[in-house]
Structures are given as C-alpha cells and as structure tokens.
C-alpha cells in the first residue's frame, strides 16, 4: 500500500517562480526523503528529512515536516525550465520504503 | 563511477516465458531493492534485501522472485510473467537500509504480451 501521496498532481508554473508540493503519509515514520524523476529516467535523491527535524535546505530546495499532521512539504525557489520533472517522496520503516504518486512538475519558459 | 546497473533496459516477451532481470551496485550497498511503476501508482517496492542471503516482500511481491547470493547482486526474476506485470522497474542500493539516500538504476522496460 501507498504510504505518501502528493499534491498536487500537477503543477505549471513559470520560470523563476516557486514551486510548493506537498506530501502526507498514514503512519509513523523514521525518515522523509524527496527524489526527482526526469521523463522515465532512475529517480534521484534529492533530500532526506529525519522525523525529528523540522526543516531542512539544500540548495535552492527547502523541505518541511510537521509530524503531528502527518506531511511534509518541498519548495523550489526560482525555478528553471531544468526542474521540470516528477516529484516523489518516500517514508520509511526499519525495512521497507513506500513512494507516493508524485507531482509532475512542468517549468514554462 | 558509482552507480547501479540493469539489464535487459528494454524487453518485449511473452506470456509464461522465464526471465530475469539483472542488477548490481559498485558501492559496496548493503540493501537493495526492487520497485515497479505505473502510471498513477507511483513506485511499488517489490522484494527488497537488508543483507547478503536477507531477501523479504515489499508491497507486491506476488509474481516475482529474488536472490541475494552476492553483496553487489540482485536479480528479478519472473517465473510466468503475465501481462498484468507490464511496468517499468528499477532497482535501486543504499548503504544500509530504506532510511539512506537511495541510488536508482536506469530502468527496466517490461512488456508481456
């Protein structure tokens, strides 16, 4: 079963605006992680959020987690056409990890 | 370089014929693991494995097999593909569990007709 579904399903935006996904999940989890796919490619990892962190910054990407309600959220600040791909997140367990739907992501020039 | 390999990255084949899809990592991984995708799903873990001979189901383990013989080794293997098990898949190595980075192979192609 799907532990983590995003929203939006689908986000256009132009270029230099930000970017906000969000992401919620159903049970407790030790980690948040953030990957990107490009057009059918392997995913990449992109960031990874422990669940006693609360925010974290990697470059022009910015993640939340708010474990009381269960989400977390990714920002891309102005963003470039490269960004234009599919976002997933991903909890874990001790063992297992669970991906959600996605949100594609399309960057218009 | 670092990175995870598959092979077929493509395959066409045909009801109840045995296949395998191989995988394996140069970074000396200690957990591996086996995704499929469909549109609208998202990635669904398949078998993954802690450890060398440390193999368990994912969320979709019905239809496949797998072994870990070998640290940097983690064959797929269909014994009847059917055509429900169309998808792309990826395998996928971190260094010791799901609560690490993740490296992605490029992909696996799978129709059965």
């Known amino acids: 079963s799907q532990q983590g579904e995003e929203d939006p399903q689908a986000l256009s935006i132009q270029e230099g605006e930000n970017a906000t996904m969000n992401c919620s999940y159903k049970t407790s989890i030790n980690n948040l992680q953030w990957y990107r796919q490009n057009s059918g490619r392997g995913l990449v990892h992109l960031i990874l959020i422990r669940s006693n962190e609360r925010e974290k910054h990697s470059g022009r990407l910015r993640v939340t987690l708010d474990t009381s309600k269960k989400s977390s959220s990714l920002l891309i600040t102005a963003s470039r056409a490269a960004d234009t791909a599919s976002y997933f997140c991903?909890?874990?367990?001790?063992?297992?990890?669970?991906f959600g739907a996605g949100t594609t992501v399309t960057v218009r020039a | 370089e670092a990175q995870v390999t598959q092979n077929p990255r493509y395959l066409i084949t045909v009801t109840g014929k045995k296949l395998t899809v191989t995988c394996s990592q140069n970074?000396?991984?200690?957990?591996m693991s086996w995704y499929r995708q469909d549109p609208g799903l998202g990635l669904r873990q398949i078998y993954y494995?802690?450890?060398?001979?440390?193999?368990d189901k994912g969320d979709v383990p019905e239809g496949y097999k797998v072994s870990r013989k070998e640290k940097r080794n983690f064959p797929l293997i269909l014994e009847s593909p059917s055509p429900n098990q169309t998808s792309l898949y990826f395998c996928?190595?971190?260094?010791?569990?799901?609560?690490?980075?993740?490296?992605f192979g490029p992909g696996t192609r799978l129709t059965v007709t």
């Open positions: 991903a909890t874990d367990d001790d063992y297992k990890l669970s």
């Open positions: 494995s802690m450890n060398v001979e440390v193999t």
């Open positions: 970074m000396n991984h200690e957990y």
């Open positions: 996928a190595s971190s260094l010791n569990g799901p609560g690490h980075e993740q490296y």
